[in-house]
């Protein structure tokens, strides 16, 4: 069936450098995507969201990209921060009736 | 502070016992959802619901049910606990859009396993 999925399961970076985190999606009719972190014992957290008239949204320290052609997503961490060490999940709706798609996440460590 | 509120955060049940999870959110959200995340995986959907008095099923519904008797509450029944119910479960609720944000709040989840 239509799913979403995650390149990485895990992925190192040092603090301070730039992070990536990739996701392909598979259903061409998703109109909306959104980026969660989730903490160690937490529920997830809404990070950013892109629609699919969009190829690029920013916010603070974080940058959603959408490549519709290949339909990839990707999300770009700035400056990468202990904080910022999480699973990071991709989420596509796939019917527009808010019933999210979930990857199996992306687990991001930071180095010190 | 408005959020999605779950109860309990852990329980231990042995097989065959039943249990409710709990579910309450604060912010006259019309859209609510159960999830589960096995260890290591992604969320699958449980159940969710549009509104009081509508609910529906989702990817993995078998062995729970739901009711949505008013707009704030949700509650996840499980019936004759099994060993694959050991999970942890979220619960989430949807704004209606209306800021252009359509993701989910999500509660801090309920630990539960089942010996």
């Known amino acids: 069936g239509e799913s979403v999925g995650l390149h990485l399961p895990t992925l190192s970076v040092q603090e301070g450098d730039n992070s990536i985190i990739n996701c392909a999606y598979s259903?061409?009719?998703?109109?909306?995507f959104i980026w969660y972190k989730q903490e160690s014992g937490k529920g997830p957290q809404f990070i950013i969201d892109?629609?699919?008239?969009?190829d690029k949204r920013q916010g603070q320290r974080v940058t959603v990209l959408l490549n519709k052609t290949v339909k990839h997503l990707s999300l770009q961490i700035a400056a990468t921060q202990p904080g910022d060490s999480a699973v990071y999940f991709c989420?596509?709706?796939?019917?527009?009736?808010?019933?999210?798609?979930f990857g199996t996440g992306t687990r991001l460590k930071v180095l010190a | 502070n408005a959020g999605v509120t779950q109860t309990p955060k852990f329980r231990i049940l042995k097989i065959g016992q039943s249990m409710t999870l709990q579910c309450a959110q604060d912010?006259?959200?019309?859209?609510m959802y159960w999830y589960r995340q096995d260890p290591g995986m992604g969320l699958k959907l449980i159940y969710y619901?549009?509104?009081?008095?509508?609910?529906d099923k989702g990817e993995v519904p078998n062995g729970y049910n739901v009711s949505r008797s008013t707009t704030e509450d949700f509650p996840l029944r499980l019936e004759l606990a099994a060993p694959s119910q050991t999970s942890v479960y979220f619960c989430?609720?949807?704004?209606?859009?209306?800021?252009?944000?359509?993701?989910?709040?999500f509660g801090s989840g309920t630990r539960l396993t089942v010996v």
């Open positions: 989430a609720s949807s704004s209606n859009g209306d800021r252009g944000y359509y993701g989910y709040t």
């Open positions: 259903n061409s009719a998703s109109d909306y």
């Open positions: 892109i629609r699919s008239n969009m």
């Open positions: 989420a596509e709706d796939a019917s527009g009736t808010y019933k999210y798609i």
């Open positions: 912010m006259n959200h019309n859209y």
């Open positions: 619901s549009v509104g009081a008095g509508i609910t």
